[in-house]
């Protein structure tokens, strides 16, 4: 189930019955946005509860994914076993799609059971160079 909303002019557009969601990759203003976290205390998230379910598969990702790999396509790469397979063919098939933008993707299963130690992130592409537990922001990406 998608469950992404953008804070945007199309966006609202949309909501309102006034653009096509299909339509909107293609509208002249589509990256006008409405809302924007810049880190200040001033910003306001938006903040919604999805009750989590076993077997449940997540994914995070960035516009630079879900702008450049269709619905059906992002689906079928989240359908395999491997959690890092399918994370790293959806990095895939965006930069194969010409994504220009950054392509972040996190995909995780809801899982029954006691907690288990916390492993280590696994960066690929630039995110791999900087992020490296041995880089110069190796403290960070250890948590």
Known sequence: TRMTRDDSFVQAL????????????THPHRNLITASMS????????????????????????????DYVD???VREALRQEDREGAASQLVSLALDAGAADNVTVVVTDVVVGE?????????????????????????????
């Not at 998230?45 to 994914?65: I, K, M």
């Not at 280590?120 to 990406?141: M, N, Y």
Request: aromatic share 6%.
């Open 39 to 66: 880190g200040g205390p001033e910003d306001l998230p938006l903040v919604t509860w999805v009750e989590p379910h076993r077997d449940d598969r997540w994914l995070l990702c960035s516009d630079g994914l879900t």
């Open 115 to 143: 907690a288990s130690a916390r492993q280590a992130p696994i960066f690929v592409g630039a995110a791999a160079r900087r992020f490296a537990l041995d880089g110069p922001l190796g403290d960070l990406a250890a948590g």
């Open 14 to 25: 949309v909501d309102g019955g006034h653009v096509r969601a299909e339509d909107v990759m």
């Open 71 to 73: 619905d059906e396509a």
